[in-house]
């Protein structure tokens, strides 16, 4: 049996709205999470060293690299 015309045409979408309640901490999170990262990757070294030694500026090395931070 053929299809009819209705049935080929495209319904609307219907887009679920995100309360802004509901992400917000969940942005704030992923932001700060993002500046550590950034610490860590860009400023993990010398005087505003957390840690002692040299061991955080090794593991993050080639990504400080990749992201174009100079540390040579």
């Keep these: 049996m053929a299809q009819s015309i209705a049935d080929s045409i495209a319904q609307p979408v219907a887009v679920p709205v995100i309360p802004l ?4 901490p969940w942005a704030l999170f992923g932001g ?7 610490y860590f990757v860009g400023a993990e070294q010398g005087a505003t060293s957390l ?12 990504g400080r690299h990749l992201l174009g931070f100079p540390c040579h």
């Design 51 to 62: 840690f002692q030694g040299r061991m955080v500026h090794e593991f993050v090395h080639d």
């Design 32 to 38: 700060l999470l993002m500046l550590l990262l950034i």
């Design 21 to 24: 309640r509901e992400w917000m």
